[in-house]
């Protein structure tokens, strides 16, 4: 079993930065994407970025100019750099991997919090 394991969540204060990384566990074959979503008390989880294959990137609309993700494709890394943070943006933040290696997989990791205070 793949695990992923995020890193980089906290507090700060609105106009602060964070940097989320996400590492698999182990060499993982076949991945498509990987990207980040998070979810906020008392509402769904919802898409903030994915990069997938070939470097193809899609943001939340909410996050477009403050966000960027980028991967190391050799270690299975996915990282987000937030800038301009919002209240708003408060929510555990998970990292995901999605592909086909015989079989599809659609891996979660155990999610990182991210404050943001006003």
């Known amino acids: 079993q793949v695990q992923l394991v995020e890193s980089g969540g906290g507090l700060v204060q609105a106009g602060g930065s964070l940097r989320l990384s996400c590492a698999a566990s182990?060499?993982?074959?076949?991945?498509?994407?990987m990207g980040w979503y998070r979810q906020a008390p008392g509402k769904q989880r919802e898409l903030v970025a994915t990069?997938?294959?070939?470097?193809?990137?899609n943001y939340a609309d909410s996050v477009k100019g403050r966000f960027t993700i980028s991967r190391d494709n050799a270690k299975n890394t996915v990282f987000l750099q937030m800038n301009s943070l919002k209240p708003e943006d408060t929510a555990v933040y998970y990292c995901n991997a999605k592909g086909y290696n015989y079989q599809r997989f659609d891996y979660w990791g155990q999610g990182t919090q991210v404050a943001v205070s006003s």
């Open positions: 182990r060499s993982l074959f076949g991945i498509n994407s």
């Open positions: 990069a997938a294959v070939g470097g193809v990137t």
